[in-house]
């Protein structure tokens, strides 16, 4: 079970990339973000709707039944999901790709998030949705978990779900059943100061929401190994770390936060979803230090069993500076802040696999959130030359500006399978 299998698309659009849009390792099953394209040709045309039918609707069935047959083409199936997040290019495509997932796939629902995003690698796609599942092989059980009074978000999303030793935490916001902000988590209209909406979301989110969460799952803050937050208002993240490490002091976690264009509620500022540990596999998390810069991520790197997590990993270099951030601007036709800085964030990955005693060639999931989608092909370019021919499993959304350091045009979010040896 320690191998790794990778789908790969060798020419991807007609271009030289070598795209992995899923893989095996061990006894998981990585999808990256799919869309609805010909990852051959680039091409939308299949997914035109005929005359009465719905275009996001269309559109969400492509993306579906590719995830379905990446799936099947890994050994697994969509019954073995545990983790799906889905990022959309507006409000209005969340509800038609919801329908025709729950026309597709029934009621088996992994833990979900769905955030919106300025765009996806594609200019015509409006979701971009990819997924974790337990290939078969592994013989563990994928269950939901459904306390009382935990609400996901709607659509039949269970709020965690269990598999093996692992918890799959869906994406909360501080709501109320789902569909409105928690009165508890508001500030009162009257108040000048003394609370801030960012500030009373999260401390809502982690103390109501998610603690009792974790608790029901067999789970505990001390055994989370990640945590993906997204933030309606990039300037939120000082005011976010201080409750964050208020009530995760001394508790390592891998961190990665990123701003988003929308969520579900309109007033939120936050949604997090989180992978842990169950509590008797509590030894099994691990800290791997690497010497990397201050301000390159926001966590530490986490090794839960045979899964590698870093934190979001940005461009930061020695000085504190972002690698290429005062000359970039003037070249954003080569692309130059995306190959510069995705160098400098290979330097740092390299050096995490490097402690850890594995290498980049087990990526598994590879997130790129950038500023703008025209810095991509240098993250490509830089892949290549780092790797050569090592398929990339990459997955490319445009988020609001700005990102945590000052200057970085991207945040990578990595999954590297590192088996034990």
Not at 103 to 126: K, M
């Amino acid at each position: 079970m320690n191998e790794i299998v990778k789908a790969v698309v060798p020419h991807l659009a007609g271009t030289a990339i070598r795209h992995a849009p899923a893989v095996k390792a061990g006894p998981w099953v990585f999808v990256t973000g799919q869309e609805a394209i010909d990852p051959a040709t680039g091409a939308t045309g299949g997914n035109a709707p005929k005359i009465g039918e719905s275009r996001r609707r269309r559109e969400g069935e492509a993306v579906i039944a590719e995830l379905r047959r990446l799936l099947g083409e890994m050994g697994t199936d969509w019954s073995r999901s545990v983790r799906v997040d889905q990022f959309y290019t507006s409000p209005d495509a969340v509800n038609p790709y919801h329908r025709a997932r729950r026309h597709a796939v029934g009621d088996h629902l992994p833990a979900s998030t769905s955030v919106v995003v300025d765009r996806c690698l594609a200019a015509t796609s409006s979701v971009s949705a990819g997924l974790i599942a337990a290939h078969p092989d592994a013989g563990h059980d994928v269950a939901a978990v459904h306390p009382p009074g935990t609400e996901a978000g709607g659509h039949g999303v269970p709020p965690a779900v269990t598999c093996g030793e692992f918890v799959f935490v869906s994406g909360h916001m501080a709501s109320q059943s789902g569909e409105r902000l928690d009165p508890r988590a508001a500030v009162p209209p009257d108040m000048r100061w003394g609370a801030s909406a960012i500030r009373r979301q999260t401390e809502h989110l982690i103390a109501h929401q998610l603690t009792p969460l974790l608790e029901a799952a067999g789970s505990s803050w001390e055994t989370v190994v990640k945590a993906q937050v997204f933030l309606g208002d990039g300037d939120d993240l000082p005011e976010f770390l201080e409750v964050w490490s208020e009530h995760l002091n001394g508790i390592p976690c891998a961190l990665t936060v990123v701003p988003a264009a929308a969520f579900r509620i309109a007033q939120g500022r936050i949604e997090m979803n989180l992978v842990a540990l169950r509590n008797e596999a509590a030894g099994r998390k691990t800290v791997v230090e690497a010497g990397l810069p201050h301000g390159a991520a926001l966590g530490p790197c986490v090794r839960a069993g045979d899964l590698l997590l870093p934190s979001g990993l940005m461009a930061v270099r020695a000085d504190g500076a972002v690698a290429g951030a005062g000359i970039s601007p003037t070249l954003d036709g080569l692309a130059h802040a995306g190959h510069l800085q995705a160098a400098t964030i290979y330097d740092h990955a390299d050096a995490l696999c490097a402690a850890a005693g594995t290498s980049m060639a087990g990526a598994v999931r590879a997130q790129y959130f950038v500023t703008a989608v025209h810095d991509f092909p240098g993250v490509t370019a830089a892949w290549a030359a780092r790797y050569g021919d090592e398929p990339h499993p990459f997955w490319c959304l445009q988020v609001p500006r700005p990102l945590p350091a000052l200057g970085a045009a991207l945040v990578a979010d990595f999954w590297i399978y590192a088996p034990e040896r």
